[in-house]
């Protein structure tokens, strides 16, 4: 087989196609798919949407958590995500559609009985999401109140909590939401990317 001299302009435009080194990886990994590999058609992110989470730091729990349900879950997921990849596959329990409600328990024993509550974001994430301003979390969830399924807890009291992000006074805070209530078609689960 004869090899021709490198071309690093045609490198870059292949490595810029894939998006980096983050659609690099992505392609390497088998978890880019393109569908035809002469053209490699990138699909943009929008400016600001990457999110980097240092997988590293634990999560800050306020001082009511009695355990960490999963805790082996911490530190997994991504180094770094894409908000807008988030925003479309938001996550609904089919309890939650078409007008109905469905309790937070529900939802929690659907992710843990399908083994997808590993693809859900969690605290630390929502951390990250936290530090961007309050337009960015307008653009992306506007109207929402984002789940953090990773992060269950169980309080002092022996009841189960989801941390979620929601807008307040004009900024992001983070809201615990007990299990034993119910979700509706505006309470979403944030989930990564397949």
Known sequence: MKYSKVDLGKIE??????????GADAFLAGKLIVADPQSLTKVKAEPGSILRVDRSVRPQYPDWVDKVMHPELENTGPKRFDLGRVRDNLW???GQKNGGRVTGQVIYDYLKSTDTLKTCLGLRDGEEIRKKDIETFRKYFG???????KSVVRRRSGN????????DGGQVVVGWGW????WLVTDPAARFAS
């Open 13 to 22: 435009a292949v490595w810029n196609k894939l998006g980096g080194e983050a």
């Open 92 to 94: 609904l329990h089919d």
């Open 143 to 149: 109207g929402k109140a984002v789940f953090l399924w």
């Open 160 to 167: 189960l909590n989801v941390p979620d992000l929601y807008e």
């Open 179 to 182: 299990l034993d209530g119910d």
